[in-house]
């Protein structure tokens, strides 16, 4: 038995406080918000749903609707032109600050997947293929112009130049085989191009995605840079497509179903659209290795800015 405290012995509580006789303590459930502008809000519908987790318990998972959605895009767009304003060391800077953080997280992160199925050396090489990939795009922004740019022999008296820019918004339906890698091999891209980004996690295991949130909440990425949502995708995803203020679709997550007309609703307002190639299944294995680290990911939302400058007479 321990010693009681000064202030314990004072207002006459006891050393110990134990459950009624014959009843276990009561589980803590991990209650998961949205992640929108930097916060943690609650769903405006009030809806959640329960997530049984393979270590035991449920984790209680918000349910995003269409007015969660269109405040993320609101957040988004705001963030937009600060985030594209920033240098591309200090854009850099920010996402291996995301890194450092993720490793920080590991443990929570291969606990996260675990929860939802995968084995403990899965899990682990999971979490460090995600966080060296987050790595591996913080060392692209600085390097764009240089690799995409370029100037351009033109037969007249200009001096003509093109250099990368971000799209703007863009909306991520994140992998649903690869609930970590996936999303963070997607997101990285997207990021490292100066884009801002609203991200509909994978519906079947979203706590990695939750996780994520948590450590982009405490990173250097200014709020409404990244919004994570949590919600039925069949619900929320033809509503997403038809946003007239989102600039671009990741589409790699999207059910093979909804597919066609995910790809029409974003066509009716002109909006870039990237997708799984033909034929490519979105597997666990889609984003390791070489396949997963293309450039691809980052030139997907990017537009070439060319200018034409007199010279000469």
């Not at 009624?20 to 589980?27: A, D, I, N, T, V």
Request: glycine residues 10%; neutral net charge.
């Amino acid at each position: 038995m321990g010693k009681k405290s000064k202030r314990a012995e004072k207002l006459n509580l006891p050393l110990t406080i134990e459950s009624p006789e014959g009843s276990e303590r009561l589980e803590v459930r991990r209650t998961a918000k949205l992640y929108i502008g930097g916060a943690f809000p609650r769903s405006e519908s009030g809806r959640s749903r329960e997530v049984q987790l393979a270590k035991g318990g449920v984790a209680n998972i918000a349910g995003g609707s269409r007015k969660d959605l269109r405040e993320a895009v609101r957040v988004a767009r705001i963030a937009a032109e600060p985030w594209a304003a920033r240098t591309a060391m200090v854009r850099g800077q920010i996402l291996y600050r995301v890194a450092e953080l993720m490793e920080g997280r590991a443990a929570q992160f291969r606990d996260d997947l675990i929860n939802h199925g995968a084995s403990k050396s899965d899990a682990a090489a999971e979490v460090s293929a995600a966080i060296d990939r987050m790595v591996w795009y913080a060392g692209w922004p600085d390097k764009l112009s240089a690799v995409l740019g370029g100037t351009n022999p033109v037969a007249s008296s200009h001096f003509v130049f093109t250099l990368p820019e971000p799209t703007g918004v863009i909306a991520s339906i994140a992998p649903e085989a690869s609930p970590l890698l996936g999303l963070v091999s997607r997101l990285g891209g997207i990021l490292a191009g100066g884009n801002v980004a609203i991200v509909l996690a994978s519906e079947s295991a979203p706590l990695p995605a939750v996780t994520l949130a948590e450590t982009l909440a405490v990173s250097d990425v200014p709020a409404g840079v990244v919004n994570i949502i949590t919600a039925r995708r069949a619900e929320l995803l033809p509503h997403l497509v038809r946003h007239a203020d989102i600039d671009g679709y990741d589409l790699w997550g999207c059910p093979d179903e909804l597919l066609v007309e995910a790809e029409q609703g974003a066509a009716e307002h002109v909006a870039r659209v990237a997708r799984r190639p033909h034929g490519v299944k979105d597997r666990a294995d889609a984003f390791d290795g070489e396949r997963g680290e293309r450039i691809d990911g980052i030139t997907a939302f990017l537009e070439m800015k060319t200018v034409w400058h007199p010279i000469g007479s």
